[in-house]
C-alpha cells in the first residue's frame, strides 16, 4: 500500500518567513496530493490540492510543488502569518475509483512567532 | 460550500454505553463518507469506507460489530461505538466526497468521545 513520509516533524519560523514542509510517496499510481491545515480541536481543512498532470500550484501566500520522478511534493507558506500556525497533513491518493482513499502523512505543527 | 458538520462535537459517557455519532454533508451530497480516527498529536487514521446504500468497508483491525456505520443517504453516515471503553476514547473524525468527485475529500470538525 502508500506510504507518506513528512518531514519536518515541527517546524517554527518568524512572522513574515517562509515555510517549507515536504512529503515523499511510495506508490507511483498516486495521482492526487491535497494538504489539509488542523488547527487544535479541530478536524482538517483542504487549503490546497495539485493533480499528478501539474507540476505546481499557486493559491495567494501557498503553493504546492509535485515531482512525480521524485515522488515527492511540497508545500510553500509565503509571508507567514501568526494564524498559519497549525499542523499540517499532506496526503496523497491513487485513482481507483470510489474505493480510493487517502494515504496521510505524519503531521507538521508549524509556529509562527511574532 | 464543502461543509461538512457532525454531531455531537464531545460527548463524555460511561463504560459498557454505546454512542451515536452523525455526521452530515451540508450543501452537496456524498456517495462515499469516510470515518478517522485520531489520538493526541498523531496523523488520521481510517478506520471505514462507506458508501451510500451499502455496506461499510473497514480497515484492518477496526472491529465492525464494535463501529457500526450506517450511510443511510447521500447526506448523513452515522458512526455508533458499542460497549465503549476506556480505550475508544478519542478524536473521530468524519469526511465526505462530494458527487461527482473521485478526489476533493472535505473533513467534519470532529467529535471528542469520553469512556469514563
Known amino acids: 500500500g502508500e506510504n507518506v513520509e513528512q518531514h519536518p516533524s515541527t517546524l517554527s519560523v518568524q512572522e513574515g518567513d517562509s515555510a517549507v514542509i515536504k512529503c515523499t510517496y511510495s506508490?507511483?499510481?498516486?495521482?492526487?496530493f491535497p494538504w489539509y491545515k488542523q488547527e487544535l480541536g479541530k478536524g482538517p481543512q483542504l487549503i490546497i490540492d495539485?493533480?499528478?498532470?501539474?507540476g505546481e500550484k499557486k493559491d495567494q501566500r501557498i503553493a504546492v510543488t509535485l515531482n512525480k520522478t521524485a515522488k515527492h511534493f511540497s508545500l510553500h507558506i509565503t509571508e507567514t502569518q501568526p494564524e498559519d500556525s497549525a499542523v499540517y497533513f499532506c496526503a496523497a491518493r491513487a485513482y481507483t475509483g470510489t474505493a480510493s482513499k487517502l494515504t496521510f502523512g505524519t503531521g507538521t505543527r508549524l509556529q509562527v512567532t511574532l | 460550500g464543502a461543509v461538512v458538520s457532525q454531531h455531537p462535537s464531545w460527548v463524555i459517557c460511561k463504560s459498557g454505553t454505546s454512542v451515536k455519532i452523525e455526521c452530515r454533508s451540508l450543501?452537496?451530497?456524498?456517495?462515499?463518507m469516510f470515518w478517522y480516527r485520531q489520538f493526541p498529536k498523531q496523523s488520521l487514521m481510517l478506520m471505514a469506507t462507506s458508501n451510500e446504500g451499502s455496506k461499510a468497508t473497514y480497515e484492518q483491525g477496526v472491529e465492525k460489530d464494535k463501529f457500526l456505520i450506517n450511510h443511510a443517504s447521500l447526506t448523513l453516515s452515522t458512526l455508533t461505538v458499542t460497549s465503549a471503553h476506556p480505550e475508544d476514547s478519542s478524536f473521530y473524525i468524519c469526511?465526505?466526497?462530494?458527487?461527482?468527485?473521485?478526489?476533493?475529500?472535505?473533513f467534519g470538525p470532529g467529535t471528542r468521545l469520553t469512556v469514563l
Open positions: 506508490d507511483s499510481a498516486s495521482n492526487y
Open positions: 469526511s465526505a466526497r462530494p458527487f461527482p468527485s473521485y478526489n476533493e475529500q472535505f
Open positions: 495539485i493533480r499528478s498532470n501539474v
Open positions: 450543501d452537496f451530497q456524498a456517495t462515499t
